[in-house]
Nanobody
Framework: VQLQASGGGLVQTGGSLRLSCAAS????????MGWFRRAPGKEREFVAG????????AYADSVKGRFTLSRDNAKNTVYLQMNSLKPEDTAVYYC?????????????????WGQGTQVTVSS
């Protein structure tokens, strides 16, 4: 499966962005999907994940209540709605796909990655 992430940009503190991850080659319904981010000078970290059932998503504590992950299997796309953005959310965001049976939170469990999209939150 090939993944294409988009939707990043520059936004002020408190603003919102919606990231999209479009898949081609295979149906997204077969995969658990995750979003990770890497801030300058930091390691890549798990942000959110959702599996095939789509009725449960897991979130990092730092984004709970602000970010919402959803998937539209008919459009072969997952979305990360990011609200109440903070400067510490500034990072390159990556979407990834995994054949795991439940939501993986470690990046090594994802076999397919998109190219990343930059999110910058100004203070």
């Amino acid at each position: 499966v090939q993944l294409q992430a988009s939707g990043g940009g520059l936004v002020q503190t408190g603003g919102s962005l919606r990231l999209s991850c479009a898949a081609s080659g295979r149906a997204l319904a077969n995969y658990c999907m995750g979003w990770f981010r890497r801030a300058p000078g930091k390691e890549r970290e798990f942000v959110a994940g959702i599996c095939r059932a789509a009725d449960y998503a897991a979130y990092a504590d730092s984004v709970k209540g602000r970010f919402t992950l959803s998937r539209d299997n008919a459009k072969n796309t997952v979305y990360l709605q990011m609200n109440s953005l903070k400067p510490e959310d500034t990072a390159v965001y990556y979407c990834a796909a995994s054949l795991a049976l439940w939501i993986p939170m470690r990046d090594v469990e994802y076999g397919y990655w998109g190219q990343g999209t930059q999110v910058t939150v100004s203070s």
